[in-house]
């Protein structure tokens, strides 16, 4: 038997962005506000979850706020007129494939217009030819953490079934207008998150209890599926040669002892994780979330026709960003994690980011051998990176070895899960430019292999530069991932 010895010939190398994080113009050429230039920055680097920290009272503040100081992603980084200049870094870099999502409010500025938004169209139109000039296949996200503010203010977001016609009117539109010039499609960015709050439902969660939150949140969540599904279908009528996959924010989970009680609780934990996939991939809510749902006082209204809709609607491939890896114990006694998310129990093998966030690089050799065995479909990391403190020199310069370090240990890990059979489309990791953090705001969390010249206020010219990385990761590409 052949066991493969590298990554595949074609293998889709290439960075990852979002619309709102990026590309600023947020008030540009008809757009209209989205739910992600209503949070405000976070105040406290470590502990806060900006992103989800909405009520309706700050979004009324917000609304009278016509300034992009206070919210960060209003202002992104300016691709919205560096696009050109951007892409061309890209390319130069040697990269195959760039994830960008768009901005649904571009397109369909209050979410419920019947008609689309020319010059939102036009935007992108630009931006897949910018990536055509240079064989970039463009791999497009239809929803990364945003969606019209309108239907947030309408009806609560992804808390309304009527939610799923808007969505589907819009993904048809695009869909049909880059037919031929997009090949590789994703629903929702992290669908899991649905279950943090607002930033990926656009439902505002504020009194309401535990048991409310959770019914809001998983029923948000049908209806992403469901809307997930109906686009799939669209997408293979449209573009028979088109594939379009799903997107799990993977919290690989490990017991912190052998103790079985540990290692149940750990297999729970994953299953939370697992649930979103488990539907998307196969088709079905998987049995275990009944007994989940019923204990949390649940229940998913489903119309007739739904289920025969997710089962229809499977996707091609399985992409997932990867960061960190989880712990969990059955102890409430067991030693948390600190940072601006804190995902269960603390490590005491793996080190931690500047944030907080547990780095496992042998995790996410795990998590695709998981993956692989248990779905059968293609998988694609399209994020995975590491947000730090860079510091540019007077000459120009960012040394960001750590950086380096980080991404070569999980791309060697990716290349041992390649070697064990697991079929791997490509890696996107986040983000080729800094940009703004989606979990804090900042600007000083960056992961780019480009430098752009803003601070935190939004203050500094824009101006890009190549860091360290931007030349390591070019060697990467150009040779297949042999030379890391
Ligand atoms: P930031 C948490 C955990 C895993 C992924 O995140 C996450 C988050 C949100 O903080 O989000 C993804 O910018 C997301 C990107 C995001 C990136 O990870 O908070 O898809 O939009 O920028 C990194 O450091």
């Known amino acids: ?16 962005t979002a619309a709102n994080q990026i590309e600023g113009a947020w008030d540009v050429d008809g757009k209209g506000m989205t739910t992600a230039e209503v949070v405000r920055k976070a105040t ?71 008609e689309p938004n020319e010059k939102g169209l ?4 630009r931006v897949f030819a910018e990536c055509a000039k240079y ?23 992804w808390a309304s079934r009527k939610t799923i016609e808007d969505f589907t009117r819009y993904t048809k539109v695009v869909f049909e207008r880059y037919r031929g010039k997009v090949k590789y499609w994703m629903t929702f960015n992290e669908i899991n998150a649905g279950t943090w709050g607002f930033t990926s439902t656009g439902a505002i969660e504020d009194n309401l209890s535990a048991d409310e939150k959770l019914q809001l949140e998983y029923q948000a969540v049908h209806h992403q599926f469901v809307a997930s599904a109906i ?31 540990d290692v149940r609780e750990s297999q729970f934990q994953d299953q939370q994780n697992l649930f979103f996939t488990d539907v998307q991939v196969r088709g079905e809510y998987p049995e275990y979330m009944n007994r989940y749902f019923a204990e949390h006082n649940v229940e998913i209204n489903m119309e007739p026709g739904d289920e025969k809709l997710l089962a229809a609607g499977t996707v091609d491939y399985l992409s997932f ?39 496992d690089p042998i995790g996410l050799r795990i998590t695709l051998n998981a993956f692989w065995d248990r779905y059968r479909v293609p998988l694609f990391v399209v994020e995975n990176g590491l947000g730090a403190l860079d510091k540019l020199t007077e000459d120009s310069q960012v040394h960001d070895s750590y950086r380096i370090d980080y991404l070569r240990k999980h791309i060697l890990q990716m290349k041992e ?57 070019q060697k990467v590409i150009q040779t297949n991932g042999e030379d890391l």
């Open 417 to 473: 899960a390649v070697q064990d059979g697991v079929d791997l489309m490509g890696y996107t990791s986040w983000a080729p430019i800094d940009l703004i953090s989606a979990g804090t705001s900042e600007m000083s969390k960056r992961y780019g292999f480009i430098y752009v010249d803003q601070d935190d206020e939004g203050r500094g010219s824009l101006k890009r530069y190549r860091k360290d990385s931007f030349y390591w990761y």
């Open 135 to 157: 064989n970039i296949e463009p791999v497009v996200t239809l929803s990364h953490y945003e969606m019209p503010l309108n239907l947030t203010v309408q009806r609560n977001g």
């Open 321 to 359: 960003s990867y960061y960190m890896s989880t712990v969990t114990s059955a102890s409430k006694d067991a030693e948390q994690t600190s940072g601006n998310l804190t995902f269960g129990g603390k490590n005491p093998y793996l080190e931690t980011s500047d944030w907080g966030w547990q780095i």
């Open 1 to 16: 038997k052949n066991i493969p010895t590298g990554f595949p010939q074609g293998f889709l190398w290439g960075g990852a």
């Open 231 to 261: 686009a799939v279908k669209q997408c293979h009528e449209i573009d028979p040669t088109a594939k379009i996959g799903c997107m799990l924010a993977r919290m690989q989970n490990y017991p912190l002892t052998p103790d079985p009680k």
């Open 44 to 114: 406290d680097r470590q502990n806060a979850m900006a992103m989800n920290q909405v009520t309706k009272a700050t979004i009324a503040e917000a609304m009278a706020d016509h300034g992009t100081e206070n919210y960060p992603k209003r202002r992104g980084v300016d691709f919205y007129h560096h696009y050109q200049e951007d892409i061309k870094l890209l390319a130069e870099m040697g990269f195959k494939a760039y994830r960008l999502s768009i901005a649904w409010a571009r397109i369909f500025p209050n979410g419920d217009d019947q």
């Open 122 to 125: 036009e935007f992108y139109d």
